[in-house]
Structure formats: structure tokens, C-alpha cells
């Protein structure tokens, strides 16, 4: 029986008029009602638990106080991120709401995060060098020696800031050496993985390569504000600056700006400008100090050889004259020739003697005796020798005489050649030490009739003098000197 329309509109059961949803329909109207009321938001707050999925998609809770917010990152949104989100870091992140409707939950899409401020900066700029630190990468004992001289020099920065500028001009200024410029951004989101790939692209040039390598890596970028600074203090810089097997400086910032890549960096300069002093020396200065390294060796082998020249002339003025050494062996001489005739004389009839005395003593039956029993001898052995081996020993005998005579022509052509050597040595120093060489250079020496003349005084009192030169000897006679003439002599002119 069909019910009445006075029954369906006072239904006793209140709400069985509202709309009925299904939970998908549900869920939609939520997703579009919370996309719609909030749209894209900033929220700020302390970064809670960070997981980055196997799938490459980032989730984190942003917290404060009392209240949790989830977030997403999807993966094709981290590569845009400025900022990695850290466990405890306080940010600020931009995105849209929206909900999950496969769990109930609504959480902000983030596409954007940013630290909240300077001190957040500051603090997480603290933990990663902790952190660094504690791997190693920051020790002492990792840092390169600057190469004294390089050839080629790879510059990082901006290829239309100051920065290069400065550079090329105090390079120019100091020592020109081959620059290489490797353009990234200084400062951004791009500045950091643009950076650590400038770094791994050096090293990764082959030395001989079309591209020549690298000695020195020169990261640099101008002063500014921590926030400018700060794709020079993210992780991948520092692990890269630290791994480079090229030596690198860093000098980003000015004096006072320290950031992660200062410390990873081989050397730090304060400013760009000083990066270039670091990597080079300044040409004038070395170009002086050769000058003058050259000239003290110059000194110090002139005073060595000149006071060897006065040893030499000290010791041979030392040296007795070649007469003085010869006078004793010559007597001896004379004296051993004066008595060999008579030694001779005498030794000739002692021999004499002795062989009367032998010949005396011998008998004509007893030699005859003596010569038959050695010939008896004889035979025996001859008989005894076998022709063969007779001939095979002297062949041994023959081969070891030819050994022995080539070794005996080897080493008497070895000992001569030695002596020869020693010989020619000797005249070299011969030469050296005497005066014709110095003859050869433009001298001349005085002979007068008793010998060299040291003195104008003897040589003007000589009667003849002999020039001798390199070439042979020139004698000078000598005319005397003409007494001066009266006046009206014909020797002699008159003006009147």
C-alpha cells in the first residue's frame, strides 16, 4: 500500500532529507573545497621527520608547537628545491593544499622551501661543518701544495661579473699564464650543482687532451649576503672541492664571508683579487732574483778560482827547481858507470874460475856413463808418449796460448789506452798551468841576455831583448841613445 505524501513530508526521522554522498564523491569535494579555499600558500615552521622514497619522492613534516603538517615533494619537483630539507631546520615552504582521499589526510604540495632566517641559516651552516668535520674532509693533512708556476689556470665564477675581470687583470699584471673559464651561476638554485660539476668537469680533463688540464682551480664570486653565499655552503660543493685532485682556491666573498668551500679548499683567499696573487709569483720579481742569484754565482766561482790560482802559485814556489831534484840521481849515475867496467872484469873472472874448477872435476867414463843412462831415460818415455794424445795436448796447450795471448794484447791495449789517457790529462793540466796559454790571450814575455826581465829597470838596462809571443820569439836590438847636437849640427834644425 502506497504510503501518503502527508507521511513523507512529516517524516517523524529528522535528516532523511540531506544529500547522500558516496566516499569517493566525499572525498572529492573535500580535495576541491581545500584546493579551492586555500590555493598556493606559504607556511613556516621547523622541519620534523624528512623521508625521501625508493620512488624518489620527498615527504616531511613541518611543526610547530602543537601542530603537524604534512608535506610532499614529488620527484620531478626536488631537482627546484633551493633547499634540502634537514631534520630541526627551521623554513618556510610554498606550495598548494591538498588531501589524500585513499587515507584521510590532507598535506601541502611543496615546490618551494627557504630557510626562515639568518639564524636558521646560520645554524644549519654549523651542522654540516660539524658533520664534514667529523668525515675528514676538512683536514690538514688532505691539503695540496700550490703548484709553484702553473701553465693553465681554470677559473669557476660568472663569465659577466667583476670577478673574472679582476682576475685576467692581475694575472696579466703579475705572470700571463693560460686561463680556462668554466661559466655556473654564483648564486640561486643552480649555483651549487653547477658549481660541484665545474670542479668534477677540470678533473675529469685528460693531461695532452685537446682541452689542456688544469694546475690550479680558482673558485671565485664577489661579496654579498649569506643567502647569496649559500650555494657555496651546500654539501655537494664542499665534497667535490674536497675530492678535487687538482689543488683549488676558494674565494668567494670577501674577508670576512667563510663558507663550507673555504674550508674543503686547498687555500682560501680572502678576496678574487688575492686568489690571483696566491696562484702566481710576480714575473719582475723572479726575473730580479735570477739576475741576482746569477751574479753571486758568478762572484763565488771568480774568488774560487782565484784563490785556487794562489794555492797553486804558493805551493809551486814551494817546489825545488828540477836541477836541485836531478843533481843526486845523476852523481849516482856517474859513479855506478865509472864501476861497472871493473865489476865486470872481475864478475867475468870468477865465472872463469869456477868453470876450470868444473870442468877439473869431471870425468871422460863417468860423462860417458851419465849420457848413456839419460838416453835409456829417454827412450823409455819416448816410448811411453802415445802420438795421439801427444797431438790432442798440444792442440789444448795451443788453444789455451791463444786464449792467454789474446787476453795478454787486450789488457796491455787496455793499460796503454789508460796511460794515454792519464798522459794527455797531465799536458792538459800542463798547459793549463803554464804560461802559454796565456801567450795565446795577447801577452808577451821579455827575455833578456840572464833571462825573463820582471822590470822595467833590468830591461832597460839590457843590451838585447827577446819578445816571445804565442807563435814564436821576436828579438830587438837595442841602438844607443843618441846625445843631443849643438846648435848648427845637420842633425839638428835651426829656426833662425
Keep these: 500500500m502506497m504510503q501518503p505524501m502527508s507521511d513523507l513530508i512529516d517524516d517523524p526521522v529528522p535528516g532523511r532529507n540531506l544529500p547522500e554522498y558516496t566516499v569517493s564523491e566525499i572525498s572529492g569535494e573535500v580535495k576541491r573545497a581545500l584546493e579551492a579555499g586555500f590555493g598556493r600558500i606559504r607556511v613556516r615552521g621547523e622541519v620534523g621527520r624528512v623521508f625521501r622514497a625508493r620512488s624518489g619522492h620527498l615527504y616531511f613534516d613541518v611543526k610547530d608547537e602543537s601542530s603537524v603538517l604534512a608535506c610532499t615533494t614529488w620527484k620531478g619537483q626536488v631537482p627546484g628545491l633551493s633547499v634540502i630539507p634537514e631534520e630541526g631546520l627551521e623554513v618556510v615552504v610554498t606550495g598548494r593544499m591538498t588531501a589524500f582521499g585513499g587515507q584521510s589526510k590532507y598535506n601541502l604540495n611543496v615546490d618551494d622551501v627557504a630557510i626562515a632566517g639568518q639564524g636558521a641559516l646560520m645554524a644549519l651552516l654549523e651542522r654540516r661543518r660539524r658533520q664534514l668535520a667529523a668525515e675528514g674532509l676538512f683536514d690538514s693533512n688532505r691539503k695540496k701544495a700550490l703548484p709553484f708556476l702553473p701553465e693553465v689556470i681554470g677559473v669557476i665564477t660568472s663569465p659577466s661579473g667583476a670577478v673574472i675581470r679582476d682576475i685576467l687583470h692581475r694575472l696579466r699584471e703579475r705572470f700571463p699564464r693560460k686561463v680556462l673559464i668554466w661559466p655556473v651561476a654564483v648564486q640561486g638554485k643552480d649555483c651549487a650543482p653547477q658549481v660541484a660539476r665545474a670542479i668534477e668537469g677540470f678533473n675529469a680533463l685528460r693531461p695532452g687532451g685537446a682541452l689542456p688540464r688544469p694546475d690550479l682551480i680558482i673558485v671565485a664570486r664577489g661579496g654579498g649576503s649569506v643567502e647569496d653565499l649559500w650555494g657555496f655552503n651546500e654539501e655537494a660543493v664542499a665534497r667535490a672541492a674536497a675530492a678535487s685532485a687538482i689543488p683549488l682556491i676558494s674565494a668567494v666573498g670577501h674577508e670576512t664571508d667563510t663558507t663550507l668551500i673555504d674550508h674543503a679548499a686547498d687555500r682560501r683567499a680572502p678576496t678574487p683579487t688575492a686568489a690571483a696573487e696566491l696562484a702566481v709569483p710576480v714575473r719582475l720579481d723572479l726575473v730580479a732574483r735570477i739576475n741576482d742569484l746569477g751574479a753571486r754565482l758568478v762572484r763565488a766561482a771568480s774568488d774560487g778560482v ?21 843533481e843526486g840521481p845523476r852523481q849516482r849515475l856517474d859513479i855506478a858507470a865509472e864501476r861497472l867496467p871493473a865489476a865486470l ?7 872463469r874460475i869456477a868453470l876450470s874448477n868444473v870442468s877439473g872435476s869431471l870425468r871422460p867414463s ?131
Design 366 to 496: 863417468l860423462l860417458r856413463r851419465m849420457l848413456l843412462a839419460r838416453r835409456d831415460s829417454l827412450y823409455q818415455r819416448a816410448g811411453r808418449l802415445r802420438p795421439r794424445l801427444l797431438t790432442r795436448d798440444i792442440g789444448q796447450k795451443r788453444s789455451a796460448l791463444s786464449a792467454l795471448a789474446q787476453r795478454l794484447g787486450a789488457t796491455g791495449r787496455n793499460h796503454t789506452q789508460r796511460l794515454r789517457v792519464r798522459i794527455e790529462a797531465a799536458d792538459r793540466l800542463r798547459e793549463t798551468l803554464g804560461y802559454r796559454a796565456t801567450l795565446a790571450r795577447g801577452y808577451a814575455v821579455i827575455h833578456g841576455p840572464d833571462g825573463v826581465l820582471t822590470s822595467l829597470a833590468t830591461a832597460a838596462s839590457a843590451s838585447t831583448l827577446e819578445i816571445e809571443f804565442s807563435d814564436g820569439r821576436l828579438k830587438v836590438g837595442r841602438k844607443p841613445a843618441r846625445k843631443p847636437g849643438k846648435p848648427g849640427d845637420p842633425g839638428q834644425g835651426s829656426l833662425f
Design 306 to 326: 782565484r784563490r785556487r790560482r794562489q794555492r797553486l802559485a804558493d805551493l809551486s814556489r814551494a817546489l825545488p827547481r828540477h836541477d836541485t831534484l836531478l
Design 345 to 351: 872484469t872481475r864478475r867475468t873472472q870468477h865465472c
